[in-house]
Every structure is written in structure tokens, then in C-alpha cells.
């Protein structure tokens, strides 16, 4: 292997998705990483924590020795198997710790008494995590001035806002990288990431949006400044605050079906898949029901009465039967009472920001060739 330098070049490790070794413990890692890294640590959670602690009270030297302890010959074999294994298999790429330091360099030691030399980076996850902060903010800002805006595209809930976002070239799905869909009724089967995970994958889809645009508007859709349970930058939020409009026209029978698509007729299958037949009706009707009582009190008493028997008896006829109709009139019911009013009130706050109206084949095509004058 052709030995290669240490790099800080974190613009082109995100933008080429350079693979990433990542040495540190996996607690570390579980609060955040980044998209192409992989969890391969040197210490274990129990291993961090004690040798941490001698650091601690005893400085840098006492907890290396009691890191050599710990990792017994046999401790030192599999983790040398395990990063030769990796090393093989992306050999482009580098390794690094929270720092760049010591578990950086005590990794890169035993990788090299393989007989593979494997660069670090400089810097380690806290200097990466620095330049997602700061070119997230920066690019935020940059898309705040009138030649190369941030669009948002806006439109009623089931409106297909999303499905639109992604037949855009130019756009970066919130949603998506949130792993919900944004709404009472959006949590997903699979969790939502941490926060530090969706700020990463943000910066960096925004990173490359922007090098391969950087005198081009891009589009979003429009979102509050949380996303089920991930909050939206502060930057990101002040540029959304005062973004351009494209605003998508779904009749409501439309809006009807993509909801009763995308939170019914595709949602049970996942939580099948995830669970198993019995387990997975049982999670997904406490899905729905249980979103029902999370906004009862902004529905009113009666109202949620009258939604909670009409989704009650739709799940048992769609367990039973597989037809999902039943369900039409609560959604009707739900878009029509309670998200529309919300978002009436929302636009009569936005006088002026509007520059686009249309159905969603219309607002693809006047995105493609959209330029600010």
C-alpha cells in the first residue's frame, strides 16, 4: 500500500464521501458520526471510562499504561484483524479519534504492525464536526442573498410537499434526513437520528449542493424549526424565516390519497416487517390512535371523540379485510378542520413571499430553469 500524508482536508473528504474508520468507543459514536464513517473503537464504553478516569487523576502516562493493560494480547489481535479487514477493503481511506491524538495514534501504531500504514485525521471527529458547524452556517447565510436564495417549497399537509423535493436536482430533503414526516401523525418505524447525526448529514448534503451549484437557488421544503424530535440549525432557521415561496396546489381529494398512502397503506407493511404480524398491528394501531390523543386537546373534546371511533373502526376493518377506505373521512376530517386552519393562519403571515403557484408538475419544471433576477 502507497504510504499517504495525514489529511485536514475535510472539504474533500465529505464531498468525495471518503470512507472513516472511527476509533472512538462506540458510546461516542452513537451521539454522533458522520455518514461514511465506521465504528471499529479501540477502547470498549467500560475501557473508556476507566482509563478516562485515570487520566484524569493521574495524568496521560498512568492511563496509557492502564490502556496497555487492558488490552490483552488476544484484545489486541481481534482489534488489529478487525481494522485490517477494514483497511483492506477501503484502502483510500483514513481513521481518527475525537482529537487526533493519542487513541489515533496508538491505533495507527497497531495498524502499522500489520504492516499497513493508515493516515489519520488531523484533528480528529471534533475538527470535522467544526467544519460541518461552520459551512452549514455559512452557506445558510450565503443562500439568504437575493442571487442564490433558498426556495421553499410549501403547500398544505399531504400536499406531497416531499414527493415534489425530490424531483428536484437541486434540493435537500428534510424530512428525509429527519426520518420523519413532519407532521402529528409523522414518526416512522426506524428511530429518528441524534441531532448531531442530522446536523451532519445536512451540512454535508448542503456542501455538495453548493459546490456543484454555487450560483444556483436551492430547494427545501418548508418545515418549522423542529422536525419531530431534531431541531433545524439556528442559521438554517433564520434563512427559512424569510425564503422565497413556491407554493404546491393538491385538490384535497388528491391530498387525501397521499395521506392515506403514505401514513396507512405503506406505513403498516414497515411496521409488519419490523415486528412480526401480531406485534407489528398492535405498534402501528397504537400509532395511529396514539398520535389521535396526542393532539386532542387542539382538536377539542368532540371532535377527537368522533376521530377516535372512526380510525378505531377503520384499523379493525383494515386488519381484518386489508381495505384501508374507512379511513378517507377521518383524514378528510383531519385536513380539512385541523391542519388547513393552521396553515391559513401561517401563510396570512407570509405577505409577499410567494413568487411561484402551481400543481406539482408545474413547480418541477419552473424549478429546473429558475433563475432570480
Not at 485515570?54 to 489481535?77: F, M, N, S, V
Not at 428534510?174 to 451540512?203: K, Y
Request: aromatic share 10%; net charge negative.
Amino acid at each position: 500500500m502507497t504510504k499517504r500524508s495525514n489529511s485536514d482536508d475535510f472539504r474533500t473528504l465529505f464531498l468525495k464521501d471518503i470512507p472513516l474508520l472511527d476509533v472512538r468507543a462506540p458510546v461516542e459514536f452513537n451521539k454522533g458520526a458522520f455518514p461514511c464513517a465506521t465504528n471499529i473503537p479501540l477502547l470498549d464504553d467500560e475501557q473508556r471510562h476507566v482509563i478516562g478516569t485515570r487520566y484524569k487523576e493521574q495524568g496521560q502516562d498512568a492511563a496509557i499504561a492502564l490502556g496497555w493493560t487492558l488490552a490483552t494480547p488476544a484484545i489486541q489481535a481481534q482489534r488489529i484483524a478487525d481494522w485490517t479487514r477494514y483497511v483492506q477493503q477501503y484502502p483510500e481511506g483514513y481513521l481518527y479519534c475525537f482529537r487526533g491524538g493519542l487513541r489515533s495514534n496508538l491505533s495507527k501504531k497497531l495498524i502499522a504492525e500489520a504492516g499497513i500504514d493508515y493516515p489519520l485525521i488531523t484533528g480528529g471527529y471534533k475538527a470535522m464536526r467544526r467544519f460541518l458547524i461552520d459551512e452549514l452556517d455559512i452557506h445558510s447565510a450565503a443562500l439568504r442573498e437575493a442571487n442564490t436564495p433558498l426556495i421553499l417549497v410549501s403547500g398544505r399537509t399531504g400536499s406531497g410537499k416531499t414527493r415534489v423535493i425530490q424531483r428536484i436536482a437541486r434540493s435537500f430533503d428534510l424530512e428525509g434526513f429527519a426520518n420523519h414526516r413532519g407532521s402529528a401523525f409523522g414518526r416512522q418505524v426506524m428511530p429518528q437520528p441524534a441531532q448531531i447525526d442530522f446536523e451532519n448529514t445536512l451540512s454535508i448534503a448542503v456542501l455538495k449542493l453548493r459546490d456543484a451549484h454555487p450560483q444556483s437557488p436551492l430547494f427545501t421544503e418548508d418545515e418549522g424549526h423542529m422536525i419531530g424530535s431534531v431541531t433545524l440549525p439556528l442559521e438554517l432557521q433564520a434563512t427559512m424565516q424569510q425564503a422565497p415561496l413556491a407554493v404546491l396546489e393538491t385538490p384535497l381529494e388528491e391530498r387525501i390519497d397521499i395521506a392515506l398512502e403514505e401514513y396507512v397503506l405503506s406505513a403498516r407493511p414497515e411496521y409488519i416487517q419490523a415486528f412480526g404480524e401480531e406485534l407489528g398491528s398492535e405498534k402501528f394501531r397504537e400509532q395511529i390512535l396514539g398520535n389521535l390523543n396526542r393532539i386532542r386537546k387542539r382538536l377539542g373534546g368532540d371532535r377527537h371523540k368522533v376521530l377516535m371511533t372512526i380510525f378505531s373502526a377503520a384499523l379493525s376493518e383494515f386488519e381484518n379485510t386489508g381495505i384501508a377506505d374507512s379511513f378517507r373521512p377521518g383524514i378528510e376530517v383531519l385536513l380539512s378542520n385541523y391542519y388547513d386552519p393552521m396553515y391559513d393562519y401561517q401563510q396570512s403571515r407570509r405577505d409577499g413571499r410567494e413568487i411561484f403557484r402551481g400543481n406539482k408538475d408545474e413547480i418541477v419544471a419552473w424549478a429546473q430553469h429558475y433563475t432570480p433576477t
